[in-house]
């Protein structure tokens, strides 16, 4: 069952653990990427899709509680990843993420 908040994750160049509707701002606003959120103890792809960010440059996705793995953005061409979890402790935001 997925009942914790959906995870943002932005294209975004400051700090953030629990996501701002006002004041959070990434990057890539309203740009075509692909997406992979991969649960590390299945390996199963909870996300694996083309999307577009919204106009503040985020994309949110709600995947299950306890999980842990890895999400991967590719970008014309560049790709970053970095590590998630939605445990009691988890980000709600993700900002580290970093295509090279």
């Known amino acids: 069952m997925i009942t914790s908040p959906p995870r943002l994750l932005p ?3 400051h700090d953030c653990f629990y996501h701002s509707l006002t004041t959070c701002l990434g990057e890539l606003d309203n740009e075509d990427i692909q997406v992979t959120i991969t649960d590390e103890a299945t ?3 909870l996300v694996d899709e083309a999307t577009t ?3 503040n440059g985020f994309i949110g996705f709600w995947l299950p509680d306890d999980a842990t793995g890895l999400i991967e953005v ?3 061409g560049r790709t970053g990843t970095t590590e998630f979890s939605t445990t009691d402790d ?3 935001c993700v900002t580290d993420l970093r295509l090279t």
């Open 11 to 13: 294209m975004a160049s």
């Open 43 to 45: 390996g199963e792809a």
């Open 53 to 55: 960010t919204f106009d």
């Open 74 to 76: 590719s970008y014309q």
């Open 90 to 92: 988890g980000a709600t």
